[in-house]
């Protein structure tokens, strides 16, 4: 068992890419040669705190990404900001693991909503579990099998703690990603529930490294930033109401800004008066101009957002003369 206490998870991620390449044991699995821990556990003491800002990380996808997990969408719209993703699509141009279907279609129900009724009438209940992985629904042959396990957020005194299991997780492509949605869900149901966010635990049968991305994981010392010595992170918690209510906004900026009718999208996006929504909404917004050449512009989104995003957007903008 591997067990690492962190004060929050992008603090000491580059130690522990480094604890797997001075420790995992070399395996190959599925034809590909890995670095890999066993029976793994990340315990974040401070899940707000979750952006980890390295090199190539790409916070319009995350975004996107939650988004369409929370609607359940399948495919949703995050393979426009990462194109390797239709590696795994099946023929249907769908993903037979996609977690947003999974989470609230097909086991009958919603399970965030269930979740978040059972620990409303019983805050300490046991068996609010949002289920991912099944052997009812998984392909097994296919392209894409689900990595997540379940999420089982539970309550502790005023806060909401809860464990992420992961039958199998990618140290620097998936796990950047995962860890930053899932800590993001449990702020989200922490808002609902009307608690704090407590801890953080990210559990792992299998935390890898790709050894062709080995070179690229000894550099993340070097180029991993903590943005959180300079910037307080923004509380994300709203009711259910409130959070309804600011996603419609931003879909509504999203697909304008999708479509090419930027000044609209703009306009939506700086009337949404949480600043963290705020600036999710623009953080997609300055992507899509980025992509599109439309630098000048992506510069006056960027200077409106808020949080630790502005510091990716500001890396992005570097990269090219404005």
């Known amino acids: 068992m591997n067990i690492f206490e962190m004060p929050y998870i992008p603090a000491e991620y580059h130690l522990l890419i480094k604890h797997i390449l001075q420790y995992g044991h070399a395996v190959e699995r599925r034809g590909a040669e890995t670095l890999e821990l066993e029976g793994v556990t990340i ?3 401070n899940p707000r705190k979750r952006f980890i800002c390295r090199k190539k990380v790409n916070v319009a996808f995350l975004l996107q990404d939650c988004e369409d997990v929370f609607y359940g969408r399948n495919p949703g719209y995050a393979f426009n900001y990462n194109k390797n993703l239709c590696t795994f699509m099946n023929d249907k141009g769908t993903f037979d693991g996609a977690y947003g279907e999974r989470i609230c279609k097909q086991f009958g129900h919603n399970q965030i909503w269930r979740v978040v009724n059972q620990l409303r009438e019983d805050k300490l209940t046991r068996r609010a579990i949002i289920n991912i992985h099944s052997a009812a629904y998984e392909n097994y042959n296919g392209k894409d099998v689900c990595c997540t396990m379940y999420l089982h957020p539970f309550v502790n005194g005023d806060k909401l703690d809860m464990i ?13 990603y995962d860890t930053q949605m899932f800590q993001w869900f449990q702020e989200l149901l922490a808002g609902f529930l009307g608690l704090d966010i407590g801890y953080y635990y990210h559990m792992c049968d299998s935390l890898h490294i790709y050894t062709d991305m080995a070179e690229f994981a000894e550099e993340i010392g070097n180029d991993l930033l903590d943005v959180y010595e300079k910037i307080t992170p923004i509380d994300c918690r709203l009711n259910e109401y409130e959070f309804n209510s600011i996603m419609s906004s931003i879909q509504l900026s999203n697909n304008n800004a999708r479509k090419g009718s930027y000044t609209e999208a703009f306009t939506i996006a700086k009337d949404i008066r949480n600043q963290y929504y705020k600036s999710w909404a623009l953080s ?7 992509i599109n050449g439309k630098f000048t512009i992506a510069k006056e989104v960027q200077n409106e957002i808020l949080n630790e995003w502005r510091v990716w957007s500001n890396n992005l903008l570097k990269t090219k003369v404005i």
Do not use: K, W
């Open 164 to 176: 992420a299991h992961m039958r199998s997780n990618d140290a620097i492509l998936g796990f950047t």
């Open 43 to 45: 315990i974040s003491q």
């Open 284 to 290: 997609i917004l300055f992507y899509e101009l980025f």
